[in-house]
Structure formats: C-alpha cells, structure tokens
C-alpha cells in the first residue's frame, strides 16, 4: 500500500517549482490524502491549496516552515495555523524582507567569485515568492556556471561556503512560540542537521514543540529508528514527509515517496489546542 500523507512540501510560493494548482492536482493524482503545504516563511499559497484541495477531495493542512538557528541551522515546521493573523504576518513579512535584503550581498560574493548573476533575474526566478538559495542556484545553473542545483550547493551555498551569506533568524523556541500563537503545532523539522539535538528538544518541548520529523526525505530505518525513540522519549508525534521542491536537485524524494503512518494525522490533531 502506498503512502496517503506527506507533511512536507515547497510550492512555487517559496523556494519550489511547482505552482499550488499543479501541486495539489499531483498530490491528488499520486493517491495522497492528506498533505501539508510547508512553504519557507509565507502562507500565501495556502487559501488556493486549501480551495484546491477541497475540490479534488484532499485534506490540505495550512502550514508553515520557519528558519531558526541555535549553533547551526534548525528549522520548525508548523501545521493548522489560523494564519490570518496580523501579527503573525507581520513577523512573517520581516522574515522574508532579511531573505530578500541578503540576496545583493549573495550576488556579490558570485560575482567575486568569478560568476556573475543578475540579481534582477534572481528576483525574476523567484517571481514574488519568498527567496531562497535555490532561486540563486537556478540562475548559476542557467550561467551554465554548474550543471545541477545540488552541485550549487555542494560546491558554493552550503551553509559557511564560499557563496553563503547569513541572516538574522530567531531561536528554535521562539519559532515554536510563534507557531502557538496562531494555534499551531509546532513540529521540529529534518532533526539530522541539528546539532546539539538533545538540548534544543528539551528546550521546545518545553515550549509546546508537538512533534519531531522521523520519516523524512532519505532517512533509513536505523535513523527513522533513532528519531522514534527520542519521540517517545520526549512524548511528542512523530511526523515526516518529502521536502519535495519540484526542482531537479539530484536525489531528492519525490512527492508522497516518504511512507507516512497515516495515524499520526490523529496523533497531531489530538494535541490542539482546544
Ligand atoms: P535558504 O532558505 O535561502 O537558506 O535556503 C535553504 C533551502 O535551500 C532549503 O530549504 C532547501 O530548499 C534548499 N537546500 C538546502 N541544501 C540543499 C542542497 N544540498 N541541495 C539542494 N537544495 C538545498
Ligand atoms: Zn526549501
Ligand atoms: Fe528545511
Ligand atoms: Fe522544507
């Protein structure tokens, strides 16, 4: 039996290349039941995806994918957001604005490094949508500078690499804060990037975290293993999906290819808040 669930997915209104319309009918097409839309830093595919949605008989949860950072990168997914929040989106504007003030020193730095962009048609890539590194990737590929997204960052935007530039981003516990306001569970996300893992859980758990991803993208069963054991260890739910961004960046799994247990859609809907 295949998968009905993925928690874990990019759209074109952030750093994803298919649009909300053709994401929702490809999740309907593969047999998907219940989907999460976890675009970086924005809810704006969300109304359309949920419209989408009900029309094809999916259930789509309104969701997000914030960046924190706490000695390396950590990010928080949140799921069924009352996300017409002023205040919220507020923060979330503030969060794409430093996405978008980096991209003229990213260019830069390609530039010195003997690869010019245009950061004109970086912004053009992106289309509106809230920038990532792979709108920057995409148009080194396009240079013809490297042949592949993953080569870009394997090569040049990994974090610390010779293309990369930082921004200012929140702690893990004040994205899952942030997530709480507005109803939501907050779910820590790829848990193999964090690297003082044990800490930062008892920290968010403390917070309110619900839920760590477990089977995710590539992970085998010795880790999804791992991560069962520490959900069980902190009480919280564990999740996963894909990470599907559309694009061609080697590897990545594709939409609903991740089996999801289709009961820890209960589980999650069992700790909103009332
Ligand atoms: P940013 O949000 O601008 O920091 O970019 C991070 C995003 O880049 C991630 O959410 C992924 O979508 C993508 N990404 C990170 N590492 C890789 C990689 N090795 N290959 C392809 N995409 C990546
Ligand atoms: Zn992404
Ligand atoms: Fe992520
Ligand atoms: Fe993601």
């Known amino acids: ?23 929702v009918r490809l999740a309907a097409s593969l047999g998907l039941k219940t989907i999460a839309l976890t675009d970086h830093d924005t809810t704006a595919g969300l109304d359309a995806a949920i419209l989408f949605g009900n029309k094809l008989g999916l259930e789509v949860i309104p969701s997000i994918e914030l960046s924190a950072e706490d000695n390396g990168e950590v990010h928080i997914l949140g799921y069924f957001l009352n ?76 974090n610390g690499g010779p293309a990369f530039v930082d921004r200012e981003k929140i702690t893990p ?3 899952v804060q ?28 403390q917070t309110g975290l619900a839920g760590i991803e477990t089977y995710y993208g590539h992970y085998d069963e010795e880790t999804v293993a791992r991560f069962l054991e520490l ?9 996963g999906g894909s990470d599907f961004h559309g694009r061609d960046d080697g590897g990545q799994v594709y939409l609903g290819e991740r089996l999801v247990p289709d009961e820890v859609i209960g589980q999650l809907k069992a700790r909103l808040q009332p």
């Open 173 to 175: 516990v004040e994205a």
């Open 83 to 158: 996300y017409d929040n002023q205040e919220f989106q507020a923060k979330l504007k503030h969060f794409r604005d430093t996405r978008f003030n980096r991209g003229e020193l990213i260019v830069q730095k390609l530039a010195e490094l003997g690869m010019p962009i245009e950061w004109a048609r970086v912004q053009e890539i992106a289309n509106g949508a809230s920038i990532g590194r792979p709108h920057f990737a995409e148009a080194m590929k396009e240079k013809g500078y490297v042949q592949t997204i993953a080569e870009a960052f394997e090569k040049y935007l990994y």
């Open 1 to 23: 039996m295949p998968g009905t669930v993925d928690l874990h997915m990019h759209s074109t209104a952030s750093d994803g290349t298919l649009n909300v319309e053709e994401l």
């Open 178 to 205: 942030l997530i709480r306001e507005v109803g939501g569970l907050a779910v820590l996300a790829h848990p193999t990037w964090v690297n003082d893992l044990d800490r930062i859980l008892e920290e968010t758990v």
């Open 231 to 239: 959900a069980q260890k902190y009480n919280i739910v564990p999740t």
